[in-house]
């Protein structure tokens, strides 16, 4: 093997532990003095400076809410219940019928999420629990990645929700929090490099409602 | 006895956040030196890991194992470092790396000089082949274990590790 090329792989097999066949004493050598040169310069290697856990702490708690609820207040406070996206069409459709059977004249404190689905479109919620942020926003390769162009509405509990009308096809998206922030989202079930180190969510929607998100 | 990653994450959700200060003794213990030789300075390394716990604290809530908080927080930690390396933008791709001429690069030197041609080499390295080694070959773990945190799948990191060992061995070229 020449000293300018890789290693064999037997070489390789000897690095990682593994039953090799034959290496010459260069080879193994030079696989040694990798390994040892490596563990060397990881002994050298400076320590992080223990004062960074302070640090952290304090920038936490300047972004930590009043998380504490007194008394029975959770009893009046609003809640969220978490659903994921696929079930959105279902739930829609479960409660339009709910409306449609109630008696007229009831429904002002029923917020529906606007949910439909038809042949080229449906409409997508997208949630995010972010306690923290200031600002949510959802962008994508459906709105340009233009970061404020589908803004999420936050609740008491700091989930913030937004619902927007995605043609049929593969979408891609992240959130953007307080506008420079660009996270992926924790329960999309595909991913893919965003090109920038990052990676962007994978959203499919097909005529009859979200095939994958 | 110290408490488990998945309790101390619903003490903090449940408003105690002194508590986080465990997940961050834990884990700057525990991927420090991985921070240090991935971006390859200390104060990068340091920038790095107080963002990437800052951010994990904001995202606490989207953890879907708390306790797996680890796993979770390395991949924050490893798009924290990478982009540390991106904006550096001195990170030369591997496919355009020059073989190496004229004398080799260990004659002559000594242990402590052989070390910074190491790191030197290692700075050339794709961000990824330089996280795979480092996790190889500086933190000493398995692939099934890096496999865990990096969510990738053993073959490919044996890739990322071997294609690191053979640029590292022609950029420092004596390692015979």
Redesign the interface.
Known sequence: MN?????GADA?RY??GEPFEELSG??L???D???A??????G???????A??E???A???E??PA??RRGLGWLVAPQTVRFRPIWVPVLAAAAALVLWLAPRGRRAEVVLTPVRAVSDTVFVRFE??????RTVSVAGSFNGWQVGALTMIRDAR?VWTATAPLPVGEHRYEFV?DGT?W?PD??AHAEVDDG???RNSVIVVGPKGLVRS | MQPSDGTVVHRVLSGDVEQYRILVERYRAEFGRYAVASVGDLDAAQDAMQEAFIRAFDALATCRDPDRFGAWFFRILTNQCRNVLARRRDTVPLEEVDPPGGARADEGLERGELGAALEAAMARLTPEQREAFVMKHVDGRSYEEMAELLGVGVDALKMRVHRARDALRSLMGALR
Do not use: N, Y
């Open positions: 000293e300018w090329e890789g290693f390789h690095l990682d260069a080879e050598a030079a696989a003095r990798l390994a040169e490596a563990r060397d310069w990881a050298r290697l400076p320590r992080l400076d223990p960074l856990d640090a952290v702490m920038a936490v708690r972004r930590a998380r504490r995010l629990a972010a306690p923290l942020a700091g929090i922030r996270v924790p329960t920038f180190g990052g």
